[in-house]
């Protein structure tokens, strides 16, 4: 299936952690106009910035914080500018992350811990559906039992931001199970972001792809 969208502008970051050339191709496939850079300026002015991560959490922070990516998506968040998180690139979204004992700093967008899974089975390896809140954006035009491919050890389990601010819309968060409920996705105005792989998910994926273009 063949999908197309506006061409947009899209930086794939790449800070040395992420599945970036299937995140091209993904993208490419619904119309995107697409480039893998860390180039500052590049990353700055795209219309859309999406940040891939694979791996440990601590060590996504750095290398993002190396190449400058942490204040890229402080900056452009601050300017309203569209930022989307793949896996890692979302859990990194958060306020920390702990791995084998080990605790680090996130980016702080959103409160949360990224903490181990607690299932039978881990890694969550494969195809799992999702349960996305009424007006979603981002999983418009899908079906309920879409299923979308996950490779992930470690996620949030709560949600603890509060909406306090009746002028500005509460993030939109969706949930997924394996063991327990965890956050599989979150719209939040100009920061979204995905604990699944869209570019990994099919057409599934390239519709959900779409539908973050589209608000570009």
Same mark, same amino acid.
């Given at each position: 299936m063949e999908l197309s969208a506006a061409a947009k502008k899209v930086v794939v970051f790449d800070y040395g952690f992420g599945n970036v050339r299937s995140a091209e191709r993904a993208l490419a496939r619904?119309?995107?106009? @697409?480039?893998?850079?860390?180039?500052?300026?590049?990353?700055?002015? %795209?219309?859309?910035? =999406?940040?891939? #991560?694979?791996? &440990?959490?601590?060590?996504?922070?750095?290398?993002?914080?190396?190449?400058?990516?942490?204040?890229?998506?402080?900056?452009?968040?601050?300017?309203?500018?569209?930022?989307m998180g793949i896996c890692v690139g979302m859990q990194i979204l958060f306020t920390r992350g702990i791995e084998h004992g080990v605790e680090a700093e996130g980016l702080e967008e959103w409160p949360g811990t990224v903490a181990p899974l607690e299932a039978d089975? @881990?890694?969550?390896?494969?195809?799992?559906?999702?349960?996305?809140? %009424?007006?979603?954006? =981002?999983?418009? #035009?899908?079906? &309920?039992?879409?299923?979308f491919y996950f490779v992930h050890s470690y996620a949030v389990h709560e949600w603890t931001q509060e909406a306090n601010n009746p002028v500005i819309a509460a993030p939109k968060v969706t949930w997924a199970t394996h063991g327990r409920p965890f956050v599989a996705a979150v719209e939040n105005g100009a920061l979204w972001a995905t604990q699944f792989h869209p570019e990994k998910s099919g057409d599934a994926g390239a519709q959900l792809l779409t539908n973050w273009i589209g608000t570009l």
């Open positions: 619904v119309g995107a106009e @697409v480039e893998i850079t860390r180039d500052f300026d590049k990353a700055m002015n %795209a219309d859309g910035l =999406l940040v891939p #991560g694979v791996g &440990a959490f601590a060590a996504c922070m750095r290398g993002l914080r190396a190449a400058r990516g942490d204040w890229i998506v402080d900056r452009r968040l601050s300017g309203g500018r569209p930022v089975v @881990v890694p969550h390896m494969g195809w799992n559906t999702v349960e996305a809140p %009424a007006g979603s954006e =981002l999983f418009a #035009g899908l079906d &309920a039992d879409a299923r």
